[in-house]
């Protein structure tokens, strides 16, 4: 059985960085398909990462050219870097792995989430 | 905004049966996942691809489709029933969206 667990959340300023980790247990994120998936306040879901388990990374168009994912093979742990943070970047931020159905892919581990608060 | 679009709001009598639809250009390639969220709680996985319910999962909860519109069906609504339901699929680039969500009240 797979377990996520994330950390590095917290409050930060507008314009400030974070970076958010997820470390994997039961499986290796090396060989998996690793996202984060953030929910704003009282809103839906919304994936805004992707890593293959080649290498491949994908971004939403919210986040793209400020935030970065990336893994530790040695640690076994998926992180994500954010730069120049906005309000709306406030959000609960999910850690999740997904397997692969008739090459589509579906979240069957999720992490308990990490909150950032973008705030003055 | 999504590029799948759910229904915000429904409710089911206790025990009766509710079907949850999800709509998209892109459900014309795609299979829909289905999720149920609990207040403070993290997404977990109910359907995946056709019809495919995750060890643990009641029977109860069942996915179909009918033309380019996939469902999730609750065939005897419980009280802890009761959250918010996201599909997830691709978009027309390829990459993951979830649908806005629905909220379940069970009566």
């Known amino acids: 059985e797979g377990q996520l667990v994330e950390s590095g959340g917290g409050l930060v300023q507008p314009g400030g960085s974070l970076r958010l980790s997820c470390a994997a247990s039961?499986?290796?994120?090396?060989?998996?398909?690793m996202s984060w998936v953030r929910q704003a306040p009282g809103k839906g879901l919304e994936c805004v990462s992707v890593?293959?388990?080649?290498?491949?990374?994908y971004y939403a168009d919210s986040v793209k050219g400020r935030f970065t994912i990336s893994r530790d093979n040695s640690k076994n742990t998926v992180y994500l870097q954010m730069d120049s943070l906005r309000s709306e970047d406030t959000a609960m931020y999910y850690c999740?792995?997904?397997?692969?159905?008739?090459?589509?892919?579906?979240?069957?581990?999720w992490g308990q989430g990490s909150l950032v608060t973008v705030s003055s | 905004s999504s590029e799948l679009t759910q229904d915000p709001a429904v409710s089911v009598a206790l025990g009766q049966t509710v079907r949850i639809t999800c709509q998209g250009d892109?459900?014309?390639?795609?299979?829909a996942n289905w999720y149920q969220q609990k207040p403070g709680q993290a997404p977990i996985l109910l359907i995946y691809?056709?019809?495919n319910r995750p060890s643990g999962i009641p029977d109860r909860f069942s996915g179909s489709s009918s033309g380019n519109t996939p469902s999730l069906t609750i065939t005897g609504a419980q009280a802890e029933d009761e959250a918010d339901y996201y599909c997830?699929?691709?978009?027309?680039?390829?990459?993951?969206?979830f649908g806005g969500g629905t909220k379940l009240t069970v009566l």
């Open positions: 999740a792995r997904a397997t692969f159905y008739a090459g589509f892919p579906y979240f069957d581990y």
């Open positions: 039961g499986f290796t994120v090396s060989s998996n398909y």
């Open positions: 890593l293959y388990s080649i290498g491949s990374t």
């Open positions: 892109s459900l014309r390639s795609y299979y």
């Open positions: 691809g056709k019809n």
């Open positions: 997830n699929s691709r978009d027309s680039t390829g990459f993951v969206v």
